[in-house]
C-alpha cells in the first residue's frame, strides 16, 4: 500500500471519527491495496463476496443481470466511496450480484475475517463501519423511494446530483441502465435538460 493510498483512506475514517496511531497502524495492517483492469469483476454472480472494497481512483459498478440478459446497475462507486455485497460478505452466501471495474479502479480491501478482527483490536471501527452501513441504507431507501414515486427526469436529476464525479466517464448506457430507463429516453431527457438550462441563460 503506498503512502497516498494510506493517507486518503486515513482521512476518510477521520473525517467520520478520528483515529489514534494505533488506529491508524492497524488500517495498514489490515487493508490491502488491489488494481483491477478496466472490466474485470471484483465480484463475480455465484461467488462469495470476500472483501468489502474502498474506491482510491477509477470507478466500479454493482449490477445484476436478470433472466433476458438485461443489466440493472444497483450502485456506482467512485473515489472515496465503499462497495460490497454486504449480504454475501457478512453470511457468506453465494451471490446474484456482480461487481465490476468501468475504468483501471484501484482500491484498498479488506477481508471479512480482517474486518472482524479490526473490530475486535479497536472497537472504534466497529462504529464507523456501522455509521458507513447507515449511510448506504439511506442512500438504498431514497432510491426506493425515487422508483415508486419519482419520474425519470427526476431520477435523472437527482443522479447528476449525487454522482457529479462520473460526468463523461461512464457512457449514457451505464445511466440508463442505473435509471431503469432506455438510452433512447435518456438521450431526450438529456436534450429537454439542455434547452432548459439555455433558456434560463
Known sequence: MSAESLDIILQHFNDLIPL???ESKLVSEKFH???YRKN?????????CKNYHFIIKGCARMHWVDKAGKIHILQFAAENSWIT???SFYNLESTIINIDA???TEVLQISRDDLISLYKLAPKFDRIFRILTEINLSKLQQRHLQAISCSAEERYTSFL???PMLQGRISQVQIAAFLGITPEFLCR????KS????QES
Do not use: P
Request: proline fraction near 0%; hydrophobic fraction near 30%.
Open 20 to 22: 489514534s496511531q494505533k
Open 33 to 35: 491495496y488491489r488494481l
Open 40 to 48: 474485470q469483476y471484483l465480484l463475480q454472480e455465484g461467488d462469495i
Open 85 to 87: 455485497e454486504i449480504n
Open 102 to 104: 468501468l475504468e483501471y
Open 161 to 163: 446530483e449525487i454522482y
Open 189 to 192: 431527457l438529456r436534450s429537454r
Open 195 to 198: 434547452k432548459s438550462r439555455l
